[in-house]
């Protein structure tokens, strides 16, 4: 957790003092409906992420043997836990791409999409090691190296759909943005399968999640295109 923060203050978000600083600040001040509504965004979109990306790399993985199955959902858990370190790192210079936030929003519809499809679809074909797949509506891989593949690219896309939605959600919020950054990690490394076993009890959660998404997807489509420095329209 600490060497994460340093590596974050390699940013634009400064150094360890201004990043305590603007967790200091916005926390102080998280009674504020906006920093509320940013903080209760990036926490649903965290949980959520977090629960769903363990959800897919069990039912990617579920048509393998038990002792493949194992390994490539360890192997799943433990590339999705980098890539949203990575990632995080590179949140101040990934905001800095022109289109990028537009992009982003663009993914976390899909994202939305594919929650949707989750929940209205059953395959009846899980791992037993994570609770929910089943629901999942993928196909699992027949090969230990179809399935590593498969894991791989979704990896990659809900890692990145984590933190851009997190910074999407809290972009005028930079304490809450690193507090999010730092929470998606802990629960990707930590607490994924439960949040899994969670929302596949309590399926509200995961409706109300849905909306969560949607709303902080249609808010970056929109900023991404109107705002003057990193938007759409400053490309003409």
């Not at 998280?30 to 769903?52: K, S």
């Not at 537009?102 to 929940?119: C, I, P, Q, T």
């Not at 009846?124 to 179809?146: C, Q, T, Y």
């Amino acid at each position: 957790m600490t060497i994460l923060t340093a590596l974050i203050a390699g940013g634009s978000l400064g150094g360890p003092g201004a990043i305590w600083h603007h967790i200091v600040s916005d926390f102080a001040n998280i009674t504020e409906p906006a920093a509320l509504a940013a903080f209760g965004q990036v926490l649903m979109i965290d949980l959520l992420l977090a629960g769903d990306n363990a959800i897919v790399v069990g039912a990617l993985a579920a048509g393998l043997p038990a002792k493949d199955r194992r390994k490539v959902i360890l192997i799943g858990i433990g590339a999705a836990l980098v890539l949203r370190i990575a990632f995080a790192l590179a949140v101040t210079w990934l905001l800095g791409i022109v289109g990028l936030i537009f992009a982003g929003g663009l993914l976390l519809l899909w994202v939305a999409w594919k929650f949707w499809r989750e929940l209205r679809e059953n395959d009846n074909a899980g791992s037993p090691e994570v609770e929910g797949d089943e629901h999942s509506g993928l196909r699992s891989a027949k090969s230990f190296v179809g399935a590593a593949w498969a894991v791989a690219v979704a990896d990659v896309s809900m890692s990145l759909d984590n933190v851009l939605g997190v910074a999407g959600a809290a972009r005028a919020h930079p304490g809450i943005l690193i507090v999010g950054l730092l929470l998606s990690v802990v629960l990707m490394g930590l607490a994924a399968n439960v949040l899994a076993r969670f929302i596949e009890r309590y399926r509200w959660i995961a409706y109300l999640g849905l909306v969560v998404i949607l709303y902080v997807a249609c808010k970056m489509i929109y900023e991404g295109w109107i705002d003057p420095q990193l938007g759409i329209v400053s490309l003409f």
